[in-house]
């Protein structure tokens, strides 16, 4: 039980163009969705925190209107990259709080995204 | 202030002989503490989670961690290294006041030496 999935797994793109990114809770339900980014050989930073059917919270520094943030039910939430620029490759990794165990998150298996 | 601490950012053991990566946390809440595991360009497994319950926690893998509240401390140990435990290790704590937020700590790279 309690996996993520994430898709696609990995994607290039050239510079300008916006990428989707697709985080789905399989087997439970997750009202609380978040978005990380990942720079090699360090650490998740959170990006946002996405709640079903609300607006998306963005920690400082990140842009709302770069990154595009959709909760729409309680088993999908989508990043978008928009207007993807090289400096925005990275490993994105999303995870979902299940609502019953609710200190839990569960992690997906990330998309690397590179931007040419 | 809330805060995570991985003592070790790199640890290498041989294989057969123990794992102990060290995790120390500050918070003035009760936290809720959890070890998970990357390997190379995958996303984050958990291994154990610690929620208030006992304080010896037994996870996946053989891998077990303990809350010591008068340490602040919740290091993670393994008897026996396996050259598939070879990874990073990412101390996480939770608190409640922080609305269901996160903090990670550094990371600790594992090697496994044959």
């Known amino acids: 039980g309690a996996v993520v999935s994430q898709h696609p797994s990995w994607v290039i793109c050239k510079s300008g163009t916006s990428v989707k990114i697709e985080c789905r809770s399989l087997?439970?339900?997750?009202?609380?969705m978040f978005w990380y980014r990942q720079f090699p050989k360090q650490s998740l930073m959170l990006m946002a925190t996405?709640?079903?059917?609300?607006?998306?919270?963005?920690e400082q520094g990140v842009e709302k209107d770069k990154f595009l943030i959709n909760h729409a039910s309680l088993t999908l939430s989508t990043l978008t990259v928009t207007s993807a620029h090289p400096e925005d490759s990275s490993f994105y990794i999303c995870?979902?709080?299940?609502?019953?165990?609710?200190?839990?998150?569960?992690f997906g298996p990330g998309t690397r995204l590179l931007v040419l | 202030a809330q805060s995570v601490t991985q003592l070790d950012s790199h640890v290498s053991v041989s294989e057969g002989t123990p794992v102990l990566l060290r995790c120390n946390y500050s918070?003035?809440?009760?936290?809720?503490l959890f070890w998970y595991v990357q390997h190379p360009n995958k996303g984050l497994q958990l291994l154990l989670k610690?929620?208030?319950?006992?304080?010896l926690v037994k996870g996946i893998n053989g891998f077990e961690a303990e809350f010591k509240k008068s340490e602040t401390s919740f290091h993670l140990t393994k008897p026996s290294a396996h050259m598939s435990d070879a990874a990073e290790y990412f101390c996480?704590?939770?608190?409640?006041?922080?609305?269901?937020?996160?903090?990670f700590g550094s990371g600790t790279r594992l090697s496994i030496r044959p």
């Open positions: 995870s979902a709080r299940d609502r019953r165990v609710s200190e839990t998150q569960y």
């Open positions: 087997d439970f339900q997750a009202t609380t």
């Open positions: 996405s709640n079903e059917g609300s607006k998306a919270t963005y």
């Open positions: 918070s003035s809440y009760s936290p809720s």
């Open positions: 610690y929620t208030s319950a006992a304080t």
């Open positions: 996480v704590v939770s608190f409640y006041s922080s609305a269901s937020k996160i903090i």
